[in-house]
């Protein structure tokens, strides 16, 4: 048995249908009492409900992708201002973002519940974007004190936006399987995880978003995150952020595109994380496989059609490897700015 050092980060999760019904029961027992709801302009009807468990709660509804600089500072006074004791963040990844570093800018704890299959609610990564610039890190003190999935939110969720969002998550996941990160927990959480939403997502494709499947489907994205928790990051995630922050991308569309390229980059050097995802995918190659699903999933399945300009790429190819990414294949430029390429024409992956 090989020696290993694994450091799980203090959480609490709360999992099942009507869990949002407990949200008052839940921030008792935390001691909160003076919540700032955070989320998109777009979460209207669900940040209602909160507010009507929640009488006198704070509201800023302003998150953006990628956690834009502007908006933590605006949501910081918004917390002051209204004497919060703690945020609850209703929304994707881009909410639990903005939760994340509000944390680190002002020691309030966070309180997560996720509509989308992020993920991010269950690593202890942060990241900001200033200047076009997204900067990331990991800090223990971020991850949210309390996660609470409720499958009910998203039943509705449009399948443009659920998909991706899945594929987002695998992405998490694969990041961690073995050949990428050999530490045998976040390889535990990654093989559940990819097997998990392997079984689900033809579920939801077929039009199965019943509350079952979005129950399956989250219960994998949690899994995915907490593999990237309490794993690593590499070349895929080091491209999403360099694009995503540098263009103002969708988080999961991005994650979306880029995922068989930076699979097919790897698929050499890391033979047992291909048959594992290929074998959860049913697919004989597991990049081939997943750029069928993206292309299947993502009304833009391409850079050009995210709208990333071509003129571009060598910058970002330079932006890439300007910082070193671990993973199973050597990084060179050229090799990189092949791989962004391929992204950009949306080819089969090489």
Same mark, same amino acid.
């Given at each position: 048995?090989?020696?290993?050092?694994?450091?799980?980060?203090?959480?609490?999760?709360?999992?099942?249908?009507?869990?949002?019904?407990?949200?008052?029961?839940?921030?008792?027992?935390?001691?909160?009492?003076?919540?700032?709801?955070?989320?998109?302009?777009?979460?209207?009807?669900?940040?209602?409900?909160?507010?009507?468990?929640?009488?006198?709660?704070?509201?800023?509804?302003?998150?953006?992708?990628?956690?834009?600089?502007?908006?933590? @500072?605006?949501?910081?006074?918004?917390?002051?201002?209204?004497?919060?004791? %703690? +945020?609850? #963040?209703?929304?994707?990844?881009?909410?639990?973002?903005?939760?994340?570093?509000?944390?680190?800018?002002?020691?309030?704890?966070?309180?997560?519940?996720? /509509?989308?299959?992020?993920? #991010?609610?269950?690593?202890?990564?942060?990241?900001?974007? $200033?200047?076009?610039?997204?900067?990331?890190?990991?800090?223990?003190?971020?991850?949210?004190?309390?996660?609470?999935?409720?499958? $009910?939110?998203?039943?509705?969720?449009?399948?443009?936006?659920?998909? *991706?969002?899945?594929?987002?998550?695998?992405?998490?996941?694969?990041?961690?399987?073995?050949?990428?990160?050999?530490?045998?927990?976040?390889?535990?959480?990654?093989?559940?995880?990819?097997?998990?939403?392997? $079984?689900?997502?033809?579920?939801?494709?077929?039009?199965?978003?019943?509350?079952?499947? %979005?129950?399956?489907?989250?219960?994998?994205?949690?899994?995915?995150?907490?593999?990237?928790?309490?794993?690593? +990051?590499?070349?895929?995630?080091?491209?999403?952020?360099?694009?995503?922050?540098?263009?103002?991308? *969708?988080?999961?569309?991005?994650? !979306?595109?880029?995922?068989?390229?930076?699979?097919?980059?790897?698929?050499?050097?890391?033979?047992?994380?291909? !048959?594992?995802?290929?074998?959860?995918?049913?697919?004989? @190659?597991?990049?081939?496989?997943?750029?069928?699903?993206?292309?299947?999933?993502?009304?833009?399945?391409?850079?050009?059609?995210?709208?990333?300009? $071509?003129?571009?790429?060598?910058?970002?190819? @330079?932006?890439?490897?300007? /910082?070193?990414?671990?993973?199973?294949?050597?990084?060179?430029?050229?090799?990189?700015?092949?791989?962004?390429?391929?992204?950009?024409?949306?080819?089969?992956?090489?």
């Amino acid at each position: 048995m090989k020696q290993f050092d694994f450091r799980a980060p203090s959480r609490h999760v709360v999992f099942g249908a009507a869990a949002l019904a407990r949200v008052p029961e839940l921030l008792a027992d935390l001691g909160f009492s003076r919540p700032l709801i955070l989320s998109t302009p777009g979460r209207g009807t669900q940040v209602a409900a909160l507010v009507g468990m929640l009488p006198g709660a704070a509201i800023f509804a302003k998150a953006a992708a990628h956690v834009p600089a502007g908006v933590v @500072d605006a949501a910081l006074r918004v917390a002051v201002e209204s004497g919060a004791d %703690c +945020t609850i #963040s209703i929304g994707g990844g881009s909410t639990t973002g903005l939760g994340k570093v509000l944390r680190l800018r002002s020691g309030l704890p966070q309180v997560a519940i996720p /509509t989308t299959y992020a993920g #991010s609610e269950m690593t202890n990564l942060w990241g900001i974007t $200033e200047e076009r610039v997204k900067r990331t890190g990991r800090d223990s003190v971020v991850t949210p004190v309390l996660v609470i999935y409720d499958p $009910e939110l998203l039943v509705s969720l449009p399948l443009a936006i659920a998909a *991706p969002s899945v594929l987002n998550a695998l992405a998490q996941a694969a990041a961690n399987l073995p050949g990428f990160n050999d530490e045998p927990i976040p390889n535990m959480f990654a093989r559940e995880a990819i097997t998990v939403l392997g $079984e689900a997502l033809p579920r939801l494709l077929r039009g199965g978003a019943d509350t079952d499947t %979005c129950a399956r489907l989250l219960y994998g994205a949690c899994l995915a995150g907490a593999a990237l928790g309490a794993g690593r +990051t590499g070349l895929h995630h080091r491209l999403c952020h360099v694009l995503g922050g540098r263009f103002n991308l *969708p988080h999961a569309d991005t994650h !979306s595109v880029i995922l068989p390229y930076s699979l097919a980059f790897n698929r050499a050097a890391a033979p047992a994380a291909m !048959s594992l995802l290929a074998a959860a995918l049913g697919n004989a @190659d597991a990049p081939i496989g997943l750029y069928e699903l993206m292309k299947q999933v993502c009304v833009k399945p391409s850079l050009r059609e995210l709208g990333v300009p $071509e003129r571009d790429l060598d910058d970002v190819a @330079d932006a890439v490897i300007a /910082t070193s990414v671990s993973g199973p294949a050597v990084l060179d430029r050229a090799a990189v700015r092949r791989l962004l390429q391929e992204a950009f024409a949306g080819n089969p992956p090489g």
